[in-house]
C-alpha cells in the first residue's frame, strides 16, 4: 500500500518545511540545465559559433525573466482549488498582511486555463472602426462605407431578414490568438442603431433578442461606395480580394451603391460565396476551368 506524504506548511519549523519542499524543484531545474546543455553541444556542433552565443545568453536570460514573475505572482496570491478546506491559519495570514485569497471548485488545470483565455480577451490589443458588424449565415460580415452610403439601412433590412446585429457605427476590434479578430459593440451603444429621418431605435425592443449578437469573428469586409460610371468594377469574382485590419488579412468586397440596387440581398449573397469559398468552391473558377475545357475540344476537333 502507498503512503502518502504531506508537510503542514502553517505549523513549527518553517525553515525545514520549505527546504523539503524545495527540493523536488531542484531536481527539476537540474534536469533542465542538463537538457540545456544537451542544446548546447547540439548547436555548437551543427550551428556554429554565432548561434552557441545566442543560445547561451538567451537561456539565462529567459530564465530569469520566466522565474522573477512566477516568484511575484507565487508570493503575492493564493488559489486553494477542488473546493478544498481552506485553514483558519491561512485565511489569517491573508488577512494580516493584505493578500489574495482565491477559493474555487474548480481543477488548477481547469482554473488557469479559464484564466488564461480571460487575459488573452481582456490584454488583447484593440481597435475601433467606423461601420456595422452583422452575423449573416454564420458569417461575420463588417460593412465599412463613408457616413450617408447606407450602411444602417443594409443593416436593418438584413436584421429583419434574421440576420443579427454585432455593432453599429462602432466596432471594437480585438486580436485575439492565432491571428483572430473578434469585435463587439461598446457597451454605451449596444444594441442602438442610428437611421437618418428617424432618430436612434433599439433593435432588441423592436426586433427581440434574438436579432443581437454580443460578439462575432470577421470573416469578411463589404467596402460600399457610391457608384463612380469611370470605375471598373469586379464582375467576374476570379480575384481574391483582402483587407488587412491589425496586420490580419480578410477577404473584402467593394459593393456600388446605386438607386434600385437591394443592396441587402447583395451582401447575403456576398456572405454565403465568402463561406462557400472557404469551404474549397469558387464558382468563377469553375466556370473558368468548364470554358477551357470546352475550348480546348472544340480546338482540337478543329485541328483533326
Not at 31 to 45: H, K, M, S, T
Not at 49 to 61: P, W
Not at 228 to 235: E, F, I, Q, W
Amino acid at each position: 500500500m502507498n503512503k502518502k506524504h504531506s508537510i503542514d506548511m502553517c505549523s513549527g519549523s518553517l525553515a525545514d518545511k520549505i527546504l523539503l519542499f524545495a527540493l523536488p524543484l531542484m531536481a527539476s531545474s537540474l534536469l533542465q540545465l542538463l537538457f540545456n546543455a544537451a542544446d548546447v553541444v547540439v548547436v555548437g556542433r551543427f550551428a556554429g559559433k554565432e548561434a552557441l552565443a545566442a543560445v547561451g545568453s538567451n537561456t539565462s536570460l529567459i530564465n530569469l525573466t520566466v522565474n522573477l514573475f512566477v516568484g511575484l505572482s507565487v508570493g503575492t496570491n493564493v488559489v486553494v482549488s477542488r473546493d478544498l478546506d481552506i485553514y483558519p491559519e491561512c485565511l489569517s495570514m491573508a488577512r494580516k498582511h493584505q493578500r489574495t485569497l482565491l477559493h474555487t471548485a474548480d481543477t488548477t488545470v481547469l482554473f488557469t486555463s479559464k484564466v488564461i483565455e480571460y487575459l488573452t480577451q481582456a490584454l488583447a490589443p484593440t481597435i475601433t472602426r467606423h461601420g456595422g458588424l452583422l452575423d449573416i449565415y454564420g458569417e461575420g460580415v463588417l460593412i465599412t462605407g463613408d457616413s450617408g452610403v447606407g450602411k444602417s439601412e443594409t443593416a436593418i433590412e438584413l436584421i429583419k431578414r434574421g440576420h443579427r446585429l454585432v455593432a453599429d457605427d462602432a466596432v471594437e476590434i480585438k486580436e485575439t490568438s492565432h491571428h483572430t479578430l473578434v469585435a463587439t459593440s461598446p457597451e454605451l451603444i449596444r444594441g442602438y442603431m442610428e437611421l437618418r429621418g428617424i432618430g436612434v431605435i433599439d433593435i432588441s425592443r423592436l426586433l427581440g433578442m434574438g436579432a443581437i449578437k454580443l460578439s462575432q469573428e470577421i470573416d469578411m469586409v463589404v467596402n460600399l461606395e457610391p457608384w463612380d460610371d469611370s470605375a471598373v468594377y469586379d464582375r467576374f469574382g476570379l480575384e481574391s480580394h483582402f483587407t488587412e485590419i491589425m496586420g490580419v488579412k480578410v477577404p473584402c468586397s467593394t459593393i456600388p451603391v446605386k438607386p434600385g440596387r437591394n443592396l441587402a440581398s447583395i451582401v447575403e449573397v456576398a456572405a454565403m460565396n465568402n463561406r462557400n469559398r472557404k469551404m474549397g468552391h469558387n464558382a468563377a473558377q469553375e466556370l473558368t476551368n468548364r470554358m477551357d475545357k470546352i475550348f480546348a475540344e472544340q480546338l482540337e476537333g478543329d485541328v483533326d
